[in-house]
C-alpha cells in the first residue's frame, strides 16, 4: 500500500471544518482521480496529504495518512518531498524570473550531487521534449499549457514516487489538455503514482485505474474508472451526459428529475 | 532576457554556466579594474575619499541586494546590521587589541547572528509586517548602545580606533586605504555572485518568487529566509568594520534608520535582483549625494539672497525626487533598463 488516507478530518483556522472522515487507498503505480464539484475539499485533501495544509493555516486533526507506511499527517512538507511525495499545485506556479532550465534545477533541491541533476534534467527532456526546445527561455513568458508541463517537469526533478497533481488542465484549450494528459500517461508508464485531481472528469477518468467523488467534504463514491464512467450518477453530474448518452439541450434540464441523493 | 551576442555559441555546460562569456566582457572587466587600481593616482584627495564610502556602501548594499533583491525579504535595519559590525569590530581591536583581519571578519559574525534573529521573524510574517519588524532591529540596536555601560561600547561617547595596520604597515591615508576597502569588497562581491549562483541562491530566488511552491520543491522555507538575513547582515557587517576602520570612530549616529532606507533606494535605483545593479545603484546615490552637498555651498555663495538655510534644505528635497522618479519611471531599476537597451541592440535592426 503505498498510500492510505485514514478517516481524515481537517479544521482551517480552528474552525472551518472542511473534510469530515475521508477514506482512500492507493498502490504503488496506480493512478487514482479524486472527482468532485467545487468546494468539495478536493484541493484540501491534497495538501492534508502533501503537507501545504500548514501554509494554509489548517491541520489534520484526526485519523492518519500513511505514505509507504510511514506517517505523513502534519509533517513538514520538506520531509515529505525528501520521501518523494511531490505536489504539483493548481495554478501552475512557475518561478517566473528563472529560465526553464533553473526552475528545473531548483526542483531538483533535494537531489545531493551535480550530475544527479545532470541527469534528471536529460531524463525530463526526453519525456517531455517540448521542455528542452523551451529551456533558456523566461519561466513566466511561456503559454499555460507549457508552464503546466514546467511544473510537471519539475515535480519529477525531485525523484517522486508519488505526484500529487492539482487541476492539470486547468484553464488549458482542449488541445493542450489533450497534450498534458498525454504526458501524464507516460509518467504512469515510467511507474510514477499518479493523484489527480480534476474538474475534467472524462480527461481524468482516461487516465485513471480507480476514481473518488467528494462532495462536501465526505468521498460519496468510488469504484474502477471505467465502472464510474458507466455510473448513470457521474454521467450526470460530472460528464454533463444523460442516460442516452447524448449532451443535455435546455429543454432536458428543465424536466430533469434525478438529483444528488448523497445529499440525504 | 537571456540573449547572446550573435554568433556567441556554447558547446560546454561550463561554458554556458560562466559568469563572464566573452572576450569583450573579459575586456572591458579588465579594463574597469585597472581604472579601479588607478583611482588613487588620477584624482584628488576628495574624490578619493568619496569613493572610500561608496567602496564601503557597496558591500553593505550588496549585501542588502541578497536579503531584499534575491530573497524577496524587505530589511529596513541594514544600517543597523552595519552598526554591529562597525562596534564589534571596534570594541575587540580597542579591548583585545585583535588585527583588522581577525576584527572585520568577527563584525561580519556578529551582525550575522544578529541579523539571524530578525530573519527568524521573518519565517511568520511579510511584506509590511516584516519592514516594521526589521525597524525594530534599528531601534534595538540604537537603544542598547546608548543604554548599556559605558565601559562597554563606549554609550554616547562612541569609539575610537587605531588605524588598521598589517606586519607594520598603518593604512592611515585615504589612499592605502582605498586598496584594503577595494579588495576587501572584491572578494565580497565575488562571494555574492558565488552565492547567488549556488543552489543557495537559486532556493533564495524561489522562495522570493513563490514560497509555497518552493517549499513543494523541498526547499526549507524557514531556513532560507533566516539564512537570507544571515548572509544579508555577514556583508553588512563586513561593511561596518571596514567603516570603523576607515573613520575611526564609531557612533550609533552613523547608522540610523534614514542610512538603511538609503540602501534600500540603492538597490532600487540599481535593479533589484542584480549584484551589478547594487554597485550602479551605490555608485548613483552617492554621486548624486556628493554633487548636491557640493553644489550647495556654491549656489549659496552665487545667490546670496536666497539665503544658506533654503538651499540646503532644497537639496534635500531634490535628492529625494531623484529617488521618487526613479520610482515612478524606472521601478525595475538600471539595470532593467540596462537589459533591455542591450537586447535591443543584439536584435537590431529588428525591432523585437
Same mark, same amino acid.
Given at each position: 500500500m503505498l498510500l492510505k488516507v485514514n478517516n481524515v478530518e481537517v479544521i482551517y483556522n480552528d474552525v472551518i471544518l472542511v473534510l469530515k472522515g475521508v477514506n482512500m487507498t492507493m498502490e504503488e503505480g496506480s493512478c487514482i482521480a479524486l472527482l468532485g464539484a467545487n468546494g468539495a475539499g478536493k484541493t484540501t485533501t491534497l495538501a492534508a496529504i502533501s503537507g501545504i495544509i500548514k501554509s494554509e493555516d489548517?491541520?489534520?486533526? /484526526?485519523g492518519s495518512i500513511e505514505f509507504d507506511g510511514q506517517r505523513v499527517d502534519n509533517q513538514s512538507v520538506e520531509s515529505n518531498v525528501a520521501r518523494g511525495l511531490i505536489h504539483v499545485m493548481?495554478?501552475?506556479?512557475?518561478?517566473?524570473?528563472?529560465?526553464v532550465e533553473k526552475n528545473l534545477i531548483v526542483g531538483g533541491h533535494?537531489?545531493?550531487s551535480g550530475a544527479e541533476v545532470k541527469q534528471r534534467i536529460e531524463n525530463v527532456y526526453t519525456l517531455i521534449p517540448r521542455l528542452a526546445e523551451l529551456r533558456?527561455?523566461?519561466?513566466?513568458?511561456?503559454s499555460g499549457g507549457e508552464q503546466q508541463m514546467l511544473v510537471i517537469g519539475r515535480a519529477l526533478m525531485?525523484?517522486?514516487r508519488l505526484i500529487l497533481i492539482d487541476e492539470? /488542465?486547468?484553464?488549458?484549450?482542449p488541445l493542450m489538455v489533450e497534450e498534458v494528459f498525454k504526458i501524464l500517461k507516460e509518467l504512469r508508464k515510467s511507474g510514477i503514482s499518479l493523484f489527480i485531481v480534476e474538474q475534467n472528469t472524462q480527461a481524468a477518468l482516461e487516465v485513471a485505474d480507480y476514481g473518488y467523488v467528494m462532495e462536501n467534504g465526505r468521498i460519496v463514491m468510488d469504484g474502477e474508472a471505467d465502472q464510474l464512467m458507466k455510473n448513470e450518477d457521474v454521467r450526470e453530474f460530472?460528464?454533463?451526459?444523460n442516460m442516452e448518452g447524448e449532451r443535455k439541450s435546455y429543454r432536458d434540464v428543465k424536466h430533469y428529475k434525478r438529483r444528488k441523493r448523497w445529499l440525504g | 532576457m537571456a540573449l547572446q551576442p550573435s554568433g556567441v555559441f556554447f558547446e560546454n555546460y561550463s561554458h554556458d554556466k560562466a559568469l563572464i562569456k566573452t572576450k569583450y566582457q573579459w575586456l572591458s572587466l579588465a579594463i574597469f579594474g585597472i581604472f579601479l587600481l588607478l583611482v588613487p593616482f588620477l584624482f584628488g584627495p576628495r574624490i578619493i575619499a568619496v569613493a572610500n564610502i561608496m567602496i564601503i556602501m557597496a558591500v553593505v548594499a550588496v549585501g542588502l541586494q541578497i536579503t531584499t533583491?534575491?530573497?524577496g525579504q524587505i530589511n529596513l535595519g541594514q544600517a543597523a546590521f552595519m552598526g554591529v559590525g562597525a562596534y564589534t569590530a571596534g570594541l575587540v581591536a580597542t579591548?583585545?587589541?585583535?588585527?583588522f583581519w581577525i576584527s572585520i571578519p568577527l563584525g561580519g559574525v556578529a551582525a550575522a547572528a544578529f541579523g539571524y534573529i530578525f530573519g527568524l521573524s521573518a519565517v511568520r510574517i511579510k511584506g509590511f509586517y516584516l519592514a516594521l519588524t526589521t525597524i525594530a532591529a534599528q531601534f534595538i540596536f540604537h537603544f542598547a548602545i546608548l543604554n548599556l555601560?559605558?565601559?562597554?561600547?563606549?554609550?554616547?561617547?562612541g569609539l575610537t580606533l587605531e588605524p588598521a595596520s598589517l606586519f607594520g604597515f598603518e593604512f592611515k591615508t585615504d589612499s592605502s586605504f582605498y586598496y584594503l576597502a577595494l579588495i576587501i569588497c572584491t572578494v565580497m562581491v565575488i562571494g555574492a555572485f558565488g552565492i547567488v549562483r549556488s543552489r543557495y541562491g537559486r532556493a533564495f530566488v524561489a522562495v522570493r518568487d513563490d514560497d509555497v511552491a518552493s517549499s513543494m520543491m523541498g526547499i526549507n522555507v524557514v531556513a532560507t529566509k533566516a539564512s537570507a538575513f544571515l548572509v544579508g547582515a555577514f556583508f553588512a557587517g563586513i561593511g561596518g568594520g571596514l567603516w570603523a576602520y576607515y573613520v575611526r570612530f564609531v557612533s550609533v549616529?552613523?547608522?540610523t534608520l534614514f542610512n538603511s532606507v538609503w540602501f534600500v533606494a540603492m538597490i532600487i535605483v540599481g535593479g533589484s535582483g542584480s549584484i551589478v545593479g547594487a554597485l550602479i545603484g551605490v555608485f548613483l546615490i552617492r554621486l548624486i549625494n556628493e554633487l548636491v552637498t557640493s553644489i550647495g555651498p556654491v549656489v549659496s555663495e552665487a545667490f546670496?539672497?536666497?539665503?544658506g538655510d533654503i538651499v540646503f534644505a532644497a537639496m534635500n528635497i531634490i535628492l529625494g525626487g531623484v529617488i521618487c522618479l526613479f520610482v515612478i519611471?524606472?521601478?525595475?531599476?538600471l539595470m532593467y533598463r540596462w537589459n533591455i537597451m542591450k537586447t535591443s541592440y543584439r536584435i537590431w535592426p529588428f525591432p523585437h
Amino acid at each position: 500500500m503505498l498510500l492510505k488516507v485514514n478517516n481524515v478530518e481537517v479544521i482551517y483556522n480552528d474552525v472551518i471544518l472542511v473534510l469530515k472522515g475521508v477514506n482512500m487507498t492507493m498502490e504503488e503505480g496506480s493512478c487514482i482521480a479524486l472527482l468532485g464539484a467545487n468546494g468539495a475539499g478536493k484541493t484540501t485533501t491534497l495538501a492534508a496529504i502533501s503537507g501545504i495544509i500548514k501554509s494554509e493555516d489548517g491541520k489534520v486533526t /484526526s485519523g492518519s495518512i500513511e505514505f509507504d507506511g510511514q506517517r505523513v499527517d502534519n509533517q513538514s512538507v520538506e520531509s515529505n518531498v525528501a520521501r518523494g511525495l511531490i505536489h504539483v499545485m493548481e495554478g501552475r506556479k512557475v518561478l517566473q524570473h528563472m529560465t526553464v532550465e533553473k526552475n528545473l534545477i531548483v526542483g531538483g533541491h533535494v537531489l545531493k550531487s551535480g550530475a544527479e541533476v545532470k541527469q534528471r534534467i536529460e531524463n525530463v527532456y526526453t519525456l517531455i521534449p517540448r521542455l528542452a526546445e523551451l529551456r533558456k527561455r523566461t519561466a513566466g513568458y511561456l503559454s499555460g499549457g507549457e508552464q503546466q508541463m514546467l511544473v510537471i517537469g519539475r515535480a519529477l526533478m525531485a525523484n517522486p514516487r508519488l505526484i500529487l497533481i492539482d487541476e492539470p /488542465s486547468l484553464g488549458l484549450a482542449p488541445l493542450m489538455v489533450e497534450e498534458v494528459f498525454k504526458i501524464l500517461k507516460e509518467l504512469r508508464k515510467s511507474g510514477i503514482s499518479l493523484f489527480i485531481v480534476e474538474q475534467n472528469t472524462q480527461a481524468a477518468l482516461e487516465v485513471a485505474d480507480y476514481g473518488y467523488v467528494m462532495e462536501n467534504g465526505r468521498i460519496v463514491m468510488d469504484g474502477e474508472a471505467d465502472q464510474l464512467m458507466k455510473n448513470e450518477d457521474v454521467r450526470e453530474f460530472y460528464l454533463g451526459l444523460n442516460m442516452e448518452g447524448e449532451r443535455k439541450s435546455y429543454r432536458d434540464v428543465k424536466h430533469y428529475k434525478r438529483r444528488k441523493r448523497w445529499l440525504g | 532576457m537571456a540573449l547572446q551576442p550573435s554568433g556567441v555559441f556554447f558547446e560546454n555546460y561550463s561554458h554556458d554556466k560562466a559568469l563572464i562569456k566573452t572576450k569583450y566582457q573579459w575586456l572591458s572587466l579588465a579594463i574597469f579594474g585597472i581604472f579601479l587600481l588607478l583611482v588613487p593616482f588620477l584624482f584628488g584627495p576628495r574624490i578619493i575619499a568619496v569613493a572610500n564610502i561608496m567602496i564601503i556602501m557597496a558591500v553593505v548594499a550588496v549585501g542588502l541586494q541578497i536579503t531584499t533583491g534575491y530573497a524577496g525579504q524587505i530589511n529596513l535595519g541594514q544600517a543597523a546590521f552595519m552598526g554591529v559590525g562597525a562596534y564589534t569590530a571596534g570594541l575587540v581591536a580597542t579591548q583585545f587589541s585583535l588585527p583588522f583581519w581577525i576584527s572585520i571578519p568577527l563584525g561580519g559574525v556578529a551582525a550575522a547572528a544578529f541579523g539571524y534573529i530578525f530573519g527568524l521573524s521573518a519565517v511568520r510574517i511579510k511584506g509590511f509586517y516584516l519592514a516594521l519588524t526589521t525597524i525594530a532591529a534599528q531601534f534595538i540596536f540604537h537603544f542598547a548602545i546608548l543604554n548599556l555601560p559605558t565601559s562597554w561600547f563606549g554609550g554616547s561617547n562612541g569609539l575610537t580606533l587605531e588605524p588598521a595596520s598589517l606586519f607594520g604597515f598603518e593604512f592611515k591615508t585615504d589612499s592605502s586605504f582605498y586598496y584594503l576597502a577595494l579588495i576587501i569588497c572584491t572578494v565580497m562581491v565575488i562571494g555574492a555572485f558565488g552565492i547567488v549562483r549556488s543552489r543557495y541562491g537559486r532556493a533564495f530566488v524561489a522562495v522570493r518568487d513563490d514560497d509555497v511552491a518552493s517549499s513543494m520543491m523541498g526547499i526549507n522555507v524557514v531556513a532560507t529566509k533566516a539564512s537570507a538575513f544571515l548572509v544579508g547582515a555577514f556583508f553588512a557587517g563586513i561593511g561596518g568594520g571596514l567603516w570603523a576602520y576607515y573613520v575611526r570612530f564609531v557612533s550609533v549616529d552613523q547608522f540610523t534608520l534614514f542610512n538603511s532606507v538609503w540602501f534600500v533606494a540603492m538597490i532600487i535605483v540599481g535593479g533589484s535582483g542584480s549584484i551589478v545593479g547594487a554597485l550602479i545603484g551605490v555608485f548613483l546615490i552617492r554621486l548624486i549625494n556628493e554633487l548636491v552637498t557640493s553644489i550647495g555651498p556654491v549656489v549659496s555663495e552665487a545667490f546670496p539672497f536666497i539665503g544658506g538655510d533654503i538651499v540646503f534644505a532644497a537639496m534635500n528635497i531634490i535628492l529625494g525626487g531623484v529617488i521618487c522618479l526613479f520610482v515612478i519611471y524606472e521601478p525595475k531599476g538600471l539595470m532593467y533598463r540596462w537589459n533591455i537597451m542591450k537586447t535591443s541592440y543584439r536584435i537590431w535592426p529588428f525591432p523585437h
